[in-house]
């Protein structure tokens, strides 16, 4: 099966910018979903189709893709997107297709 | 306002089976495939199986593959998964998750219930 490879871990001073990266086969061919996961709650969607946010979610999130790395940026990270945040896509190697996930990042805003 | 309450989650011994469910609300649930993600604690999320609107078409990770089914009652807007021969590795929480867009399979999946304990012990 298809992997997705994420940093452990990123940290960010209040305000600044971080930048997430997913990286896999499958990305190539399927824009990647991010996720946000609080601790002791179930995850929310926060982009989709490379660069869509679901309503609710800041413009402060942002997404983008080339070849097979995909990305999620913060821009002027907030105290409440600390987080651990995974990206997702569909498995390229099954079939019927099968839906994958990243290893996940922790970000924690210094 | 949408909302996925899963219930069924508890304690079973390795060998055992467990069938949880998945009730929804505040949308059309027939329109919708729906979808069982695992997640162990403290590690990432698992995506374990899907199920299209009508029930007729269903797929599962090679991990749960043969032990796990998921099936749905769009009458009672309930989504299922029964397990069976259980083992320690199936210990996690488990999500129902609603595909983000109506009659399709995009594998975004939002909104998520607030997940359900399975614990696999002797």
């Known amino acids: 099966s298809s992997e997705l490879t994420q940093d452990p871990a990123v940290s960010v001073a209040l305000g600044q910018t971080v930048r997430i990266t997913c990286q896999g086969d499958?990305?190539?061919?399927?824009?990647a979903s991010w996720y946000q996961q609080k601790p002791g709650q179930a995850p929310i969607l926060v982009l989709y189709?490379?660069?869509n946010r679901p309503s609710g979610i800041p413009d402060r999130f942002s997404g983008s893709s080339s070849g097979n790395i995909a990305s999620l940026t913060i821009t002027g990270a907030q105290a409440e997107d600390e987080a651990d945040y995974y990206c997702?896509?569909?498995?390229?190697?099954?079939?019927?297709?099968?839906?994958?996930f990243g290893t996940g990042t922790k970000v924690t805003v210094l | 306002d949408v909302q996925l309450v899963e219930s069924g989650g508890g304690l079973v011994q390795p060998g055992g089976s467990l069938r949880l469910s998945c009730a929804a609300s505040?949308?059309?649930?027939?329109?919708?495939?729906m979808h069982w993600v695992r997640q162990v604690p403290g590690k990432g999320l698992v995506w374990v199986s899907r199920?299209?609107?009508?029930?007729?078409?269903?797929n599962y990770a090679d991990s749960v593959k043969g032990r796990f089914t998921i099936s749905r009652d769009n009458a009672k807007k309930t989504v299922y998964l029964q397990m069976n021969s259980l083992t320690v590795e199936d210990t996690a929480v488990y999500y129902c998750?609603?595909?983000?867009?109506?009659?399709?399979?995009?594998?975004?999946?939002?909104?998520w219930g607030q997940g359900t304990l399975v614990t696999v012990s002797s």
């Open positions: 997702n896509s569909r498995d390229r190697s099954a079939y019927p297709l099968e839906g994958v």
């Open positions: 505040g949308f059309s649930f027939n329109t919708y495939y």
């Open positions: 199920i299209n609107s009508d029930g007729t078409s269903t």
């Open positions: 998750v609603r595909d983000k867009e109506e009659w399709l399979l995009s594998w975004w999946f939002d909104p």
């Open positions: 499958s990305l190539r061919r399927y824009y």
């Open positions: 189709d490379n660069n």
